[in-house]
Structures are given as C-alpha cells and as structure tokens.
C-alpha cells in the first residue's frame, strides 16, 4: 500500500469519524429537546379529568367548586409551584393563580429592520417580554334545568390542559413571564379579576389565552378577539392567532407521524352581525361570537386566542355546532352547557385516548406559541 492511500484511507477514518460524532451529538440534542416537550401520550390528563368532575356540578360559590380549586392548588403545589387565592366579586370563590417569571427576549434583526413587524413590537422590540396570561375555567355552568353536568368538555378538559403545560414549563424556559390560572366564573367575572390584578396599566400583558370546551367537539380551534373587527389593527390583534396556525403547520400536527391533533381557524366566510356592533356585517372568520372570560383582556385592547373544540364548517351561524355526532341529536349537537357534558357520558362515546390526545394538544400548542415568543423572538440566553 503507498503512501498516498494509506493518508487518503486515515482520511476517509477521520471522516466517518467525525460525522459519527456529529449525527450522535444531533440525535442526543434532539432527544433532549424532546425530553423537554410534554409526552404525547401522558395519561395525566384523564387524571386531572376524572378528579374534577369527581365533583359533580361545580357552580360558583358552591362546596364542589371549593372541593375542585383545593384539588387544583394541591396539584399546582406537587409541581413546585405556589398557587394564590385571588377572589372573585360576586362568585363567593376564586380564582387559582400561579405566577411565572421568565426570562425575556431577544428579536431577530429582521424583526426591527421591517417597519410593520417595529411597530407592532412597539417599545417592547428591544429585551422586554411582558406577561402573556393562560386561563381554564373550572366552574361549571348555572342553570336549574343542568342538573348532571360535571363539565368534562367545558372545563375539566381546560383545566386538565392548564395543568400539563404547567408541568412542562418546569422543564422549558420561557421569555414572557406567564400567569396561569384556574378562573371562578360564569360570564367573564374570574376573568376581569384576574385582569385587574395585574395592573395592565402599569405592566405590559403580551397576549392572553383560554383553553375552554377543548373536548367533544369536532376540531381544535384558535380565535382572535372581538378587538380584532376593526379592519385598521386586524392583523396586529390577530398575529397570535396566526403564530399558533403557523407552528401547527411547522411542528406537523396532525400529520400521520405526528401524536397531536392539529389546530384551525374559524374560516367560515359569511357574513354575521358584528359582535360588538350589530348595525354593522362583518366577515365570520378567525374569530367566533362566544363568550368567556378571555373577554376581559380583550375589550382592554389585548391580543387573545381563545382555543376551543367545535365545528364551524357550515353555510350560516345556524348550521355550526360543537358537535355532527348523531349521538347528540337531543341537543342540536351542543354538549357544554347540556347534561350531555358528563364524564360518564362522553367517554361512551369519545375513548380516554382522545381525551388524552385532545388535551395534549391544546397545551402542546401554547407551550411551543409560549417557547417561541411574540414575532419569532428567542429567548434571551444571557438570562439563562
């Protein structure tokens, strides 16, 4: 053998040496990223699920919604976290919050290079991240006639999500400072408390999120708010709304490989009264007409994404329904707010596997829309 193959042949070594290394350094970092991500096939959720509605019928005020908010701060406190009593006028309870600090950001160049994406940061462009707020009701609907309703699909499974992305962001750094909270509510009481609590006049809140009815109906969807109907700040107020459309799309959700449910917009296309003037149409899509206590935060002029599960492929308000189930012809297709929404119920129809997999997907896609910050920022590794 010369000289010159045996150097060639202790090159092509070093080579397939070093790209050894490289894919097992690359596959490593990978698993560790994912080790970070919540398990796509982590049962917590039916836990949560099971021990709220356990309950019964938690209206406001009564001794089951004070049972669920003790159950709700004691597994707040397992995950290292110290959970606050805040109160709600009105509701004789509270809501259950738990504050995060983060570690703020850093913005890509091009984010303040292009005028229109300036703007929008505002006077937060340069490290600021603000706070972005994340709520679940756990009170169950007032009515007389609703008598077996635990609440599975209107609030259980939110809450059952706020609390797997609590779990998670102990394991992932984030640059907002994030609020989580489990709200005491009817209409947008718990809400407007948790709202008045953080000084939105003293403190810069990024964009607010509801995980509400996220189980039963059709398809995960993510809405803007009501702010957003006027055509001048459409896109400003809707951009956290395309940011988790979008990283549905980067992360694969939905796909065959992918374990997560995918995540839509209301694209329904007629025309509707606007919810906020009724002289006036408006064009029914990326928003929707119901009402929670995301509310609060948006009528204050703040960026919402209210997530919930429904249908809204039809031709006119009329034709959308939470549910095309035949199996809930009684009630038109409407299970929250029904005696159809009953743990026992729903799972005779829906397995525990997709109340697992519907769940894990309402707070897969917070935690990623969280990790990656507003306008494609990163958090800021210095604070690391």
């Known amino acids: 053998m010369t000289l010159e193959l045996q150097r060639k042949l202790k090159l092509k070594r070093a080579v397939a040496c070093l790209l050894a290394v490289l894919i097992t350094a690359l596959t490593a970092c990978r698993a560790h990223r994912n080790s970070n991500m919540e398990n796509p096939t982590d049962a917590y959720a039916d836990e949560i699920c099971q021990k709220l509605t356990e309950q019964g019928v ?19 406190q397992k995950l290292g976290y110290v959970p606050e009593e805040q109160p709600v006028a009105g509701m004789n309870g509270a809501n259950i919050v738990v504050r995060i600090p983060g570690f703020n950001m850093r913005y890509n160049q091009r984010d303040l290079q292009n005028k229109a994406r300036y703007i929008t940061l505002g006077d937060s462009y340069a490290h600021s991240s603000g706070i972005a707020v994340v709520m679940a009701r756990y009170t169950t609907v007032t009515a007389k006639e609703i008598t077996e309703a635990d609440g599975l699909c209107d609030n259980a499974a939110g809450v059952a999500a706020l609390l797997k992305l609590a779990k998670q962001l102990k394991q992932n750094k984030v640059g907002y400072d994030v609020v989580l909270a489990a709200i005491c509510s009817n209409n947008s009481e718990g809400g407007s408390a948790l709202l008045q609590s953080l000084k939105p006049n003293e403190n810069k809140i990024a964009v607010a999120y ?146 697992i997999k519907r769940v894990n997907s309402a707070a897969f896609i917070v935690l990623r829309a969280l990790i990656k910050g507003a306008l494609d920022s990163k958090v800021n590794s210095i604070n690391y």
């Open 58 to 76: 938690r209206t406001p005020g009564s001794e089951a919604a004070k049972a669920a908010a003790e159950y709700i701060k004691s597994e707040f």
């Open 210 to 355: 509801e995980l509400r009815n996220i189980f039963g109906g059709s398809r995960l969807y993510a809405h803007a708010g009501w702010n957003s109907l006027n055509n001048e700040t459409k896109y400003a107020h809707r951009l956290p709304v395309y940011q988790i459309v979008d990283l549905a799309l980067e992360e694969g959700l939905g796909g065959s490989q992918s374990p997560y449910e995918s995540i839509y917009t209301n694209q329904s296309g007629f025309s509707v009264a606007s919810p906020l003037n009724s002289a006036e149409n408006v064009v029914y899509r990326e928003f929707t007409s119901h009402e929670s206590d995301y509310r609060a935060f948006d009528a204050a002029g703040i960026d919402t994404v209210y997530i919930e599960s429904w249908n809204y492929a039809a031709k006119d308000l009329a034709g959308i329904k939470q549910t095309d189930s035949r199996l809930f012809a009684n009630s038109k297709g409407q299970l929250s707010g029904t005696n159809n929404d009953n743990y026992k119920t729903l799972m005779q129809t829906f397995s525990r596997e997709q109340l």
